[in-house]
């Protein structure tokens, strides 16, 4: 076994672990933004969001990149991940309250809100199940089907709907279909695309009802990399101004918001107890107004 018997050998030691200190900080510094990568064939999920991040980086004059993370992660692993600092510097999700005390959200929702405009996934088998749903009280007879982790899980039973939840977002779409639970509220803007994709084969969505509840998805960076989220901030801010921003939202999802037809079906209003008193809604440039019946 080898021993640092004497100061030749420390020295060697104490220069070994300075270059690998060195090594560490030029990591930090090389220019690459990791995100999470998603799982074999839901690299979809992640298009639009990376296309506005990239956007407010080429807006801030940044010269950083974004690379995937080594390996897929679930929602609540990569946000832990995270906060930790370790081996990611951004994810995109639905604020709550908790989110933002232990991450850093740049307060620009990247759906403009929609993802609070819920449309329910129903076996095909099943397509006029929420025909007579008018109320809040008329939907509780229903599950609907969450991720364990989800803000939304906890926004529904806030509501006194029932919930069925799983750890995976994947065995939802079999669990729908195995009528484990009723239906899988979808915000209006990736439903049409979940539906496109083989796990949604025997499933449809509701033509009757929309779900609403005021949240926002924003991009979280760590608390220790509050120089990150200004840049993304900044470059965000100037993407409004100069009308790229929207130019992008309208690119990626003008087809899929005439296709829910928002003003055929009837709204059923709930509340967002995880609502940050920071969220930004006296500005009303940042959000999508859809028009729907109102009950």
């Known amino acids: 076994m080898f021993r640092m018997r004497s100061p030749a050998a420390w020295r060697w030691f104490l220069g070994f672990l300075l270059l690998g200190l060195q090594l560490s900080q030029y990591a930090d510094a090389s220019g690459v933004i990791h995100y999470p990568r998603r799982g074999d064939g839901d690299e979809f999920r992640a298009t639009y969001a990376l296309a506005q991040l990239q956007l407010a980086l080429d807006k801030a004059g940044s010269?950083?990149?974004l690379e995937p993370s080594h390996f897929s992660m679930e929602q609540?692993?990569?946000?832990?991940?995270?906060?930790?600092?370790?081996?990611?510097d951004v994810v995109w999700s639905m604020t709550s309250i908790e989110?933002?005390?232990?991450?850093?959200?740049?307060r620009i929702p990247l759906d403009k809100g929609l993802f609070g405009w819920r449309i329910a996934l129903l076996p095909s088998n099943r397509a006029q199940l929420l025909k007579d749903v008018r109320t809040r009280d008329d939907l509780r007879q229903f599950s609907a089907g969450q991720g364990h982790d989800w803000p939304d899980s906890?926004?529904?039973?806030?509501?006194?709907?029932?919930v069925t939840t799983s750890s995976s977002y994947g065995?939802?779409?079999?669990?729908?279909?195995?009528q484990r639970f009723d239906y899988f509220p979808r915000s209006v803007i990736e439903i049409w695309d979940e539906l496109e994709h083989p796990r949604g084969k025997l499933l449809v969505a509701d033509t009757h009802v929309l779900l609403h509840y005021p949240t926002a998805m924003y991009f979280f960076f760590s608390r220790k990399r509050p120089d990150l989220a200004e840049t993304v901030r900044q470059g965000m801010e100037i993407a409004l101004a100069d009308g790229s921003f929207e130019r992008l939202f309208q690119q990626h999802f003008a087809a899929s918001l005439r296709r829910a037809d928002l003003n055929q079906r009837q709204i059923i209003e709930l509340h967002n107890p995880l609502l940050p008193?920071?969220?930004?809604?006296?500005?009303?440039?940042?959000?999508?107004?859809?028009?729907?019946?109102?009950p």
């Open 63 to 65: 010269p950083l990149c």
């Open 76 to 88: 609540e692993r990569a946000l832990v991940n995270l906060a930790r600092n370790q081996r990611l």
């Open 99 to 106: 989110r933002e005390q232990r991450l850093l959200a740049v």
């Open 154 to 162: 906890l926004i529904l039973r806030s509501n006194d709907l029932p």
């Open 171 to 178: 065995s939802l779409f079999r669990m729908l279909s195995a």
């Open 277 to 294: 008193d920071a969220t930004p809604l006296q500005r009303p440039e940042l959000w999508f107004t859809p028009t729907v019946q109102r």
